[in-house]
């Protein structure tokens, strides 16, 4: 259950943290898409990019297609989610590692964060079924 305690952590901090204020970037869909093409396309397939990813790895269509309430959710704090827990750092939070990252670091800023939801936000507009 500490994923889950991390999930609550996290919907604490993003409520705390209101896009589009203080010194946060625009919203940058396109931003966005580029973060998803350098860091997630390792292991997910990403629309108009790769076309394969890693076999167990859903694909950004897939998840954002999702007929389950919680797909944005599951963006919004996905670096809580497992795997990305052990790999993905945010530069503004504390993380403590249980263990080492078994794979290259990512690195994401809250702008960051804010720019892959405008990119998803897009993607679901364009691919979920009415
Ligand atoms: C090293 C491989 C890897 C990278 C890189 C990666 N993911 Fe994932 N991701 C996975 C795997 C594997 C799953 C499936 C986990 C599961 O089903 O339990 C997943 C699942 C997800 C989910 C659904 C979570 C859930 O619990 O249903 C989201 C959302 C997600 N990834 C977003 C991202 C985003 C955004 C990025 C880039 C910033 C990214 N991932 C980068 C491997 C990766």
Redesign the pocket.
């Known amino acids: 259950m500490h994923w889950f305690r991390n999930v609550v952590f996290a919907a604490l901090i993003m409520a705390l943290h209101v896009p589009g204020t203080g010194q946060a970037a625009e919203l940058d869909g396109d931003a966005g898409e580029a973060?998803?093409r350098l860091?997630?396309a390792?292991?997910?397939v990403v629309p108009d990019y790769n076309r394969m990813g890693?076999g167990?790895?859903?694909s950004f269509k897939a998840?954002v297609r999702s007929a389950a309430k919680d797909?944005r959710h599951?963006?919004e704090a996905?670096y809580t989610?497992?795997?990305?827990g052990n790999?993905?750092r945010i530069k503004e939070y504390r993380q403590i590692r249980q263990t080492p990252s078994a794979?290259a670091p990512?690195v994401?800023g809250l702008d960051d964060l804010d720019h892959?939801m405008v990119y998803v936000d897009r993607l679901a507009a364009e691919l979920r079924k009415p």
């Open positions: 973060i998803a860091h997630c390792r292991c997910h890693i167990s790895t859903p998840m797909w599951k963006f996905f989610l497992p795997p990305h790999f993905v794979v990512i994401l892959l």
